[in-house]
Nanobody
Framework: QLQLVESGGGLVQPGGSLRLSCAAS????????IGWFRQAPGKEREGVSY????????KYADSVKGRFTISKDNAKKTVFLQMNSLKPEDTAVYYC?????????????????WGQGTQVTVSS
């Protein structure tokens, strides 16, 4: 059964860093694109970043460009989201999702399987 499990969330002060992990089971990352999304209270879920199956293509939302970096380790079946210079507006539940295609983007509707999410809170 295809499953995604996020980890690495927590409470961090503004300007701090966190690294989120998305562990896949039941399928290989070699063929599927993975996206990171977030949903803040009272807001719609939005795309944060995406990485292609090979890792050669990535995309970032304008709000996180230069601060967040997505990467993957196919052997470990894990995708990472390194988040630096965190701001209070980055506070949200972060989800990873799999798109059953080598390439994708930042649209929710593209993605087929979702994890349960991990909470990120940026506050002093």
């Amino acid at each position: 059964q295809l499953q995604l499990v996020e980890s690495g969330g927590g409470l961090v002060q503004p300007g701090g860093s966190l690294r989120l992990s998305c562990a896949a089971s039941g399928f290989t990352l070699n063929y599927y694109a993975i996206g990171w999304f977030r949903q803040a209270p009272g807001k719609e879920r939005e795309g944060v970043s995406y990485i292609s199956s090979s890792g050669s293509s990535t995309k970032y939302a304008d709000s996180v460009k230069g601060r967040f970096t997505i990467s993957k380790d196919n052997a470990k079946k894990t995708v990472f989201l390194q988040m630096n210079s965190l701001k209070p507006e980055d506070t949200a539940v972060y989800y990873c999702a799999a798109h059953l295609s080598p390439f994708g983007g930042l649209w929710n509707s593209e993605y087929d399987y979702w994890g349960q999410g991990t909470q990120v809170t940026v506050s002093s």
